[in-house]
């Protein structure tokens, strides 16, 4: 069901497997919708509805049991032909409010993105002579019904059953992270189109065509309403470890090595000013104590961060977390391409529109001159 929203319009699918249009009773009771994509905690949203009481026994949208727990709900915005996903997820909360007074009462429905689905039950599990990336895939088969496409990045460690053998002891979902930040990788669900998700388990995607750029004090063109930079010196960590040679059980020291967060977006990187050291590694063989190391590295914060909020009109796009935007008109210090770590959308129907965000990066100085618009 299709709103009119300043020239924005939005989508609500409801339904079970099989998510439909929104009936008309939704769409009309619906006062606010925040969806949050977040790279770090995963992607919820919350929406807020009016109740208007059916006959004396009950509110409507209580009883047809639409936005019911455990519902599938995709959300999506159209700044023109074609619908952008915010998320596609499920119903987990509920909270109703009576009002004080007649036609006050509100529902508030909260959900989380397709991945609680990976988290509903604890497995045991083992997985022997396999990498961890078809682990992965092997987890991942198992949810196609729900439109999960598995996009899984190969891993280097090839664990051999004599040496260790990989286990879950938990949710699928919280396998899949732990397995994700043992390479130094992400594990997320993006939505690609109204009913199908990407599963994607790999290094942060710092590849293909960036967003569109946020563009600040340039007059006419000016697409934010505000944005801030922090530069804290203490969020950058090294690794420093050893293992034992196999061989001559002697103590080898591992050599610097680098992030997978690549290509760098920064010309003027930060110094890792904390050392962490990786104990694990003492007991491990090289090639997983590499991954160990390079893990370790690639996992710490990124010392500069901006947040801000976009003029979404102006913008006329659906800022996206997990990949790439361009910044503009701030000078040579913060110009430049920068991760977008979270994004918040906050949809008023007929009304209202913003997408608060944060950006980051692993130091200051644009590499690039120019930022495309």
Do not use: C
């Amino acid at each position: 069901m299709l709103n009119n929203l300043s020239g924005i319009r939005l989508l609500l699918l409801v339904g079970d497997s099989v998510p439909l249009p929104a009936s008309h009773e939704v769409t009309s009771a619906l006062q606010q919708v925040e969806i949050t994509n977040d790279s770090g905690q995963g992607d919820g949203f919350q929406m807020t509805f009016s109740l208007a009481r059916s006959g004396i026994v009950d509110y409507g949208l209580l009883q047809n049991g639409s936005v019911d727990p455990m519902k599938r709900m995709i959300i999506a915005v159209m700044f023109g032909g074609l619908p952008e996903v915010l998320i596609d997820g499920v119903v987990t909360h509920h909270q109703f409010n009576p009002g004080d007074q007649s036609g006050q009462a509100t529902l508030t429905v909260t959900g989380r993105d397709l991945s609680v689905l990976l988290d509903l039950e604890e497995k045991n599990a083992t997985f022997p002579n396999q990498p961890d990336f078809l682990i992965a895939s092997g987890v991942l088969a198992s949810y196609a019904k729900f439109g999960i496409v598995p996009l899984p990045t190969p891993t280097t460690d090839f664990p051999i059953m004599l040496d260790r053998i990989p286990r879950q002891q938990e949710t699928d979902l919280q396998f899949l992270h732990r397995l994700a930040r043992r390479n130094g990788f992400v594990f997320y669900l993006e939505p690609l189109t109204p009913g199908v998700s990407q599963a994607y388990f790999g290094p942060e995607n710092r590849l293909g065509l960036p967003q569109p750029a946020l563009s600040v004090n340039l007059g006419a063109t000016t697409n934010t309403k505000s944005i801030r930079f922090t530069n804290d010196a203490l969020a950058m960590v090294g690794s420093r470890g050893a293992f034992v040679e196999p061989f001559t059980k002697s103590s080898v020291p591992l050599p610097a090595l680098p992030s997978l967060k690549v290509p760098p977006l920064a010309a003027k990187p930060a110094t890792a000013n904390r050392i962490r050291l990786e104990r694990a590694t003492a007991n491990q063989g090289p090639a997983t104590a590499a991954t160990t190391a390079v893990a370790s590295v690639t996992n710490a914060v990124d010392p500069v961060t901006a947040e801000g909020e976009v003029d979404s009109l102006r913008y006329g796009h659906a800022l996206r977390a997990r990949k790439l935007v361009g910044v503009r008109g701030v000078g040579l210090t913060y110009d430049g391409f920068w991760y977008v770590r979270r994004v918040t959308h906050t949809i008023v129907p007929r009304g209202h529109y913003s997408q608060r965000f944060q950006l980051s990066r692993e130091g200051t100085m644009a590499l690039t001159p120019v930022v495309r618009p």
